[in-house]
């Protein structure tokens, strides 16, 4: 049987499994690398151009899967503690946590090690 030692730091902000889960796509493993620099997407307009983050129409224009396909993939990838949603009208902009990825990648690293 095995046995993760999940310290307090990770999780307080993901369920490793959930992760892992989310992170067994390879889309979904390309959107998180594509929201690493906002240059991936177009410009954002003039009125969200202060927000953090991608709209997830920009994700999913990008992606070339359908709505409800990113929708899904993004609601796996929030609900894993990966990325953080804001919204802002009509508008669903997506950021990348990257405390969090930054500590399921130490965890895994001691864990497995």
């Given at each position: 049987m095995l046995t993760f030692n999940v310290?307090?730091?990770?999780?307080?902000?993901?369920?490793?499994?959930?992760?892992m889960s989310?992170?067994?796509?390879?889309?979904?493993?390309?959107?998180l690398i594509w929201l690493k620099?906002?240059?991936?997407?177009?410009?954002a307009?003039?009125?969200?151009?202060?927000?953090?983050g991608v709209c997830v129409g920009y994700i999913q224009e990008k992606a070339?899967?359908?709505q409800s396909t990113i929708s899904t993939?993004?609601?796996?990838?929030?609900?894993?503690?990966?990325?953080?949603?804001?919204?802002h009208g009509q508008w669903t902009f997506y950021r990348r946590d990257e405390d969090v990825i930054a500590a399921m990648i130490t965890q895994?690293?001691?864990d497995l090690q």
């Amino acid at each position: 049987m095995l046995t993760f030692n999940v310290n307090i730091a990770i999780s307080r902000y993901m369920n490793i499994d959930k992760t892992m889960s989310a992170l067994n796509n390879p889309a979904r493993r390309q959107i998180l690398i594509w929201l690493k620099d906002r240059d991936n997407f177009p410009p954002a307009l003039p009125e969200h151009a202060d927000l953090a983050g991608v709209c997830v129409g920009y994700i999913q224009e990008k992606a070339g899967l359908s709505q409800s396909t990113i929708s899904t993939y993004m609601k796996l990838l929030k609900d894993a503690g990966l990325v953080v949603s804001e919204r802002h009208g009509q508008w669903t902009f997506y950021r990348r946590d990257e405390d969090v990825i930054a500590a399921m990648i130490t965890q895994l690293s001691k864990d497995l090690q």
